[in-house]
């Protein structure tokens, strides 16, 4: 009898944590940079603003972050969007929002800084590149 209400007692505890999820899903986008401010000058070891602007698709979607990527003296940057799936998200038209990058070179040399422009009819990806002098 022991066993049984023992096993009961596992059903019942097994089934009571597996809970459906009905809130709304969410998953990560990368979204093209319209344009890239930079400041005149870098510093090493000092945090230097880039202004990003990007425009954003619809209402559904919000700024995560930054995708970023570095090899060696090469950044690849792209703005990471949150995108709520649910209907009734509206298309939005030139909603343009700039974010700030902050970035913080550790040493001297020349740095390239790609921005991802979004891809063309091929599938290619675009990029708008800065070369960045950090004395």
């Known amino acids: 009898m022991k066993k049984l209400i023992a096993l009961i007692c596992i059903f019942v505890f097994s089934i009571s944590c597996t809970q459906e ?18 400041p005149t000058t870098f510093t090493v070891n000092t945090i230097n603003e880039i202004e990003v602007t990007y425009s954003r698709p619809s209402s559904c ?18 703005v990471l969007n949150y995108v709520i799936e649910e209907q009734g998200c509206l298309p ?14 550790a040493t ?3 740095y390239l800084l790609k921005f991802w ?3 063309d009819a091929n599938g290619v990806n675009l990029y708008e590149e800065f070369s960045v ?3």
């Open 21 to 38: 999820y009905d809130g709304p899903r969410v998953h990560l986008e990368l979204v093209p940079v319209e344009s890239v401010v930079l």
């Open 61 to 78: 979607h919000g700024f995560e972050g930054f995708y970023y990527t570095k090899d060696d003296f090469n950044r690849t940057i792209a």
């Open 92 to 105: 939005l038209l030139n909603q343009l929002q700039t974010e700030i990058l902050r970035f913080k070179p």
């Open 108 to 110: 001297s040399g020349t």
């Open 117 to 119: 422009k979004g891809k």
């Open 133 to 135: 002098v950090v004395p």
